[in-house]
Nanobody, 125 residues
Framework: QVQLVESGGGLVQTGGSLRLSCAAS????????MGWFRQAPGKEREFVAA????????YYEDSVKGRFTISRDNAKNTVYLQMNSLKFEDTAVYYC??????????????????WGQGTQVTVSS
C-alpha cells in the first residue's frame, strides 16, 4: 500500500521559514516525479515544486522561485520542501504527490497518482 505522509506544517510569521517533509512508502519511487502542491480556501489546488527522483532535476512555480527548495533523501525515501521568506499568500494546505511520469506536465495534478493527506501552513501577517 502506497503512502505519502506529510509533516512539518504550522504557524509562522511573515518572513519566517518552515520545512515540510513527505515520507514515501509502499513501492519504489526511483522512476517517479515527486511534487508539492497547495490549496488555499476557495481556490484550486496549484503546483508549487517538483523533483525527478532519479535525476534530481527540480521545477518551481514562479512565485516561489528563490524562496522554496525541493530536495529528496534517497536513503530515507523522503522529499522535503524548504520554505523561506514566507508570505501571507503562501498560507494553504500543502500536499505531497507522486507520479510515474517524467514528461513536461509536472505541474498538472493529473500527472500524479498518489497523494498525501496534506499539512496546513499558516503565515501570519
Amino acid at each position: 500500500q502506497v503512502q505519502l505522509v506529510e509533516s512539518g506544517g504550522g504557524l509562522v510569521q511573515t518572513g519566517g521559514s518552515l520545512r515540510l517533509s513527505c515520507a514515501a512508502s509502499g513501492r519504489t519511487f526511483s522512476t517517479y516525479t515527486m511534487g508539492w502542491f497547495r490549496q488555499a480556501p476557495g481556490k484550486e489546488r496549484e503546483f508549487v515544486a517538483a523533483i525527478r527522483w532519479t535525476s534530481g532535476n527540480t521545477y518551481y512555480e514562479d512565485s516561489v522561485k528563490g524562496r522554496f527548495t525541493i530536495s529528496r533523501d534517497n536513503a530515507k525515501n523522503t522529499v522535503y520542501l524548504q520554505m523561506n521568506s514566507l508570505k501571507f499568500e503562501d498560507t494553504a494546505v500543502y500536499y505531497c504527490a507522486a507520479g510515474p511520469y517524467s514528461g513536461s506536465r509536472y505541474s498538472s495534478t493529473r500527472e500524479y497518482t498518489y497523494w498525501g493527506q496534506g499539512t496546513q501552513v499558516t503565515v501570519s501577517s
